[in-house]
C-alpha cells in the first residue's frame, strides 16, 4: 500500500483529506470489518477490544487518540456503543458507505447465530450441545474482557487523576450501584475541571497512544473527514434517517393491525433504542422488565436463556431483543403463520434497535471531527476515558460472576447496592476453560478467534462427557 498520496489542501480547521483519495481500500475495509464481526464476544469490553487490536494495533488505521475520542463521544449515545464505534470508524475510512458496510457487518453474525438459535429454541427446547458450546465460549470472553481492561488502561489512563477517575467510576457503579449516565456525566465534569484549573493532571502527551513502535497511522491524526457538519447534511441525513427508520413500522401497523403484536414490539423496541442509556445491563433489565411483566411475550426464565444466547453470540448484548420478539410473536402471531411472525418480528425489532445508532453517529462523527482539537472537550472526554476503562471493568466483573457462579446474593446496606456471587454455586467447567483462555492468551500470544474456538471445544467436550455445566 502506497502512501505517497498527494497532500491535502488546508482549511481554516485543518489539513482535509479529499473523498477520492481512500488511504485505505475499500475492499480491504470491507474484508476486516467482516472479520472483526466473526469475533465480536463478550459484549461491548470484548468487541472493543477485538477493534482496538485489528484497527489501531495491528493494521495501524486510525491513532489510539483518534479510536478514543470515537468511544467517548459513542459512550455517550443511546445504544449498543461497540457497534456506534464501528459505525464512526466506517464512516472515517469511507464516509457514508463505510460506516454503513462496518456497523451492518458488525451486527450481522449476531443476527443470523440468534435468528437460528432461537428457531432450535421454539422447536426443540433443550439445547444441550449449543449449551455447552457456549458455555466454553463465555469462559473464553472473560480472559478477553481482562485483556480489553489492560489494553484500554494502560493506554488511556496517562496521569493519577485519570487512574482515580476511573476506580472511582468503577466503584460507583459495582459497590454503590450509581447510574451509567450519572458516573459519564461527573467524569466529564471532572475531565473539564482538571483541564481548566490543574491541566498539570492531564499531561497532553503521546502516552495517550503509547509508544509508537510501529508506523504512523494511515490516517493521520491532524487530518479531518472531508464531510463537513453542515446544516444541508445534518438535515439530509436526519430525514432520510427517519425514514428508513418509522418506514417498516409504519407498514407492518398497515398489514397486520394496529393492535398487533409485530406493531407493539416496533413501537417498544423504537422507543426503548433512543433512551437506552446506561450500558447494556441496564437497558436489558427495562426491555426485560416490560417484556415479562408487562407485555407477556416470555417468561423471566426464557429471558436468562435468551440473554444468555445474546453474551455468547457475536454482536452486541442488545440483540437478546431479538429472541425477545421471536418468542413473543410465534406465541401470538395473529392471522399469520407463527414460524412467519417470528421471523418478521425478530427483523423488525432488530431494525428498528439498530437504525437510530446509525443515525446518532452519521449526525454526530462531523461534528466531533471538528471539536477534537477544541481543549476544554478534549479534557472532558479524557475523564469520560477514565471512566470507560471502569466501566469495561465492571462489565468485566459482572460478566465473570454470573458465568463462573450459578447463585448469586444482592447485598444492600446503606448507599451499598452490590450483588455478589454465592461460593457454594462455583461452576468447576466454565472456572477451568477460562484458565485455559487466559494461558493461550497472555502466555502463548493467540489469537482472540482461536481462543475462541480451541475454548467452544473444551466446552462441547465437557457436555459430551456428561460434566455439570450448571
Not at 472531508?226 to 447534511?233: I, V, Y
Not at 485455559?436 to 482472540?448: D, I
Amino acid at each position: 500500500m502506497t502512501r505517497d498520496t498527494p497532500r491535502p489542501q488546508d482549511t481554516a480547521q485543518g489539513p482535509v483529506r479529499p473523498p477520492e483519495q481512500d488511504a485505505v481500500p475499500f475492499r480491504a475495509a470491507v474484508r476486516t470489518w467482516f472479520l472483526v464481526s466473526l469475533q465480536t464476544f463478550g459484549g461491548p469490553a470484548g468487541q472493543i477490544a477485538v477493534m482496538q487490536r485489528a484497527l489501531v494495533d495491528e493494521k495501524r488505521w486510525i491513532g489510539q487518540r483518534r479510536f478514543l475520542h470515537a468511544l467517548n463521544y459513542c459512550t455517550l449515545l443511546p445504544g449498543p456503543e461497540a457497534q456506534q464505534l464501528a459505525t464512526y470508524v466506517g464512516w472515517l475510512l469511507h464516509g457514508t458507505r463505510g460506516g454503513l458496510v462496518a456497523g451492518g457487518l458488525f451486527v450481522l453474525p449476531g443476527v443470523v447465530a440468534l435468528l437460528a438459535l432461537s428457531a432450535v429454541y421454539v422447536a426443540f427446547g433443550d439445547t444441550t450441545a449449543v449449551t455447552a458450546v457456549f458455555t466454553g465460549l463465555a469462559a473464553a470472553v472473560l480472559a478477553i474482557v481482562v485483556q480489553a481492561v489492560l489494553r484500554v488502561a494502560r493506554k488511556a489512563l496517562d496521569g493519577r487523576a485519570l487512574l482515580v477517575l476511573a476506580v472511582a467510576s468503577f466503584l460507583a457503579l459495582f459497590v454503590v450501584g450509581v447510574p451509567f449516565p450519572v458516573v459519564v456525566a461527573l467524569a466529564g465534569a471532572a475531565g473539564w475541571a482538571l483541564g481548566r484549573w490543574r491541566p498539570s493532571a492531564l499531561p497532553r502527551t503521546q502516552a495517550a497512544e503509547g509508544p509508537e513502535a510501529g508506523p504512523a497511522p494511515v490516517v493521520s491524526d491532524d487530518v479531518l473527514h472531508h464531510e463537513a457538519p453542515t446544516a444541508r447534511r445534518t438535515l439530509r441525513v436526519l430525514l432520510v434517517g427517519l425514514l428508513v427508520w418509522g418506514v417498516p413500522i409504519a407498514a407492518v401497523a398497515v398489514l397486520t393491525g394496529a393492535g398487533s403484536v409485530l406493531t407493539e414490539q416496533g413501537l417498544f423496541f423504537s422507543g426503548a433504542a433512543v433512551v437506552t442509556f446506561g450500558g447494556a445491563y441496564a437497558v436489558l433489565a427495562y426491555v426485560a422488565q416490560q417484556a415479562v411483566a408487562v407485555y407477556g411475550w416470555l417468561s423471566p426464565g426464557e429471558m436468562v436463556r435468551g440473554l444468555a444466547l445474546a453474551e455468547t453470540t457475536p454482536g452486541p448484548l442488545i440483540m437478546v431483543v431479538q429472541f425477545v420478539a421471536f418468542l413473543g410473536a410465534y406465541r401470538d402471531p395473529g392471522a399469520l403463520d407463527p414460524w412467519v411472525a417470528a421471523v418478521l418480528a425478530s427483523l423488525l425489532v432488530t431494525w428498528v434497535t439498530f437504525v437510530p445508532s446509525f443515525l446518532f453517529v452519521l449526525l454526530g462523527a462531523p461534528y466531533m471531527e471538528r471539536l477534537r482539537g477544541n481543549r476544554s472537550l478534549s479534557a472532558a472526554l479524557k475523564g469520560i476515558t477514565a471512566a470507560v476503562v471502569g466501566v469495561i471493568a465492571n462489565l468485566g466483573v459482572y460478566f465473570a460472576v454470573h458465568t463462573l457462579f450459578s447463585e448469586t446474593v444482592h447485598v444492600d446496606g446503606g448507599p451499598l447496592s452490590l450483588e455478589v456471587p454465592d461460593p457454594t454455586t462455583l461452576r468447576p467447567v466454565p472456572l477451568g476453560i477460562a484458565l485455559v483462555a487466559a494461558v493461550l492468551l497472555f502466555r502463548r500470544g493467540w489469537s482472540v478467534l482461536r481462543t475462541l474456538g480451541v475454548c467452544a471445544v473444551l466446552g462441547l467436550a465437557a457436555g459430551l462427557a456428561g460434566l455439570s455445566l450448571g
